[in-house]
C-alpha cells in the first residue's frame, strides 16, 4: 500500500485546512497521525472501514475526518485551527492482516 497526502500550508489561526490522503491498495483502517517539532507521534483521527471514529481529544468538535471507499480516499477537515495544531501531519492506513503504513508526510503551520 502506498500512501499520498496532500493538502498541507500555512494559515493562521482560526483558520481552515483540508488534507487529503489516497491509498493505493486495500485498506482496513485510515487516519491521520501528527507530530510537532520535539514531540511523539500522536493520533489525531482514525476510520475504520465500517467501524466507530477516533478523534484526539485536542482536536474534537474541531476537525472531521471523512472517507471517500471508492477513492480510496481519506480526509481530513480541520477547522479553528490553533498554533499548537503546528505539526508535520502523517497519513496512515493498516491493512486487513494489521500491518501500517504511512505517507509521506504534510506540514501544517499555524501562526499569524
Known amino acids: 500500500v502506498q500512501l499520498q497526502a496532500s493538502g498541507g500550508g500555512l494559515v493562521q489561526p482560526g483558520g481552515s485546512l483540508r488534507l487529503s490522503c489516497t491509498a493505493s491498495?486495500?485498506?482496513?483502517?485510515m487516519g491521520w497521525y501528527r507530530q510537532a517539532p520535539g514531540k511523539q507521534r500522536e493520533l489525531v483521527a482514525t476510520?475504520?472501514?465500517?467501524?466507530?471514529?477516533n478523534y484526539a481529544e485536542s482536536v474534537k468538535g474541531r476537525f472531521t475526518i471523512s472517507r471517500d471507499i471508492r477513492s480510496n480516499t481519506v480526509y481530513l477537515q480541520m477547522n479553528s485551527l490553533e498554533p499548537e495544531d503546528t505539526a508535520v501531519y502523517y497519513c496512515?492506513?493498516?491493512?486487513?492482516?494489521?500491518?501500517?503504513?504511512w505517507g509521506q508526510g504534510t506540514l501544517v503551520t499555524v501562526s499569524s
Open positions: 496512515n492506513a493498516r491493512d486487513t492482516t494489521g500491518i501500517n503504513y
Open positions: 491498495g486495500r485498506t482496513f483502517s
Open positions: 476510520m475504520p472501514r465500517g467501524g466507530t471514529i
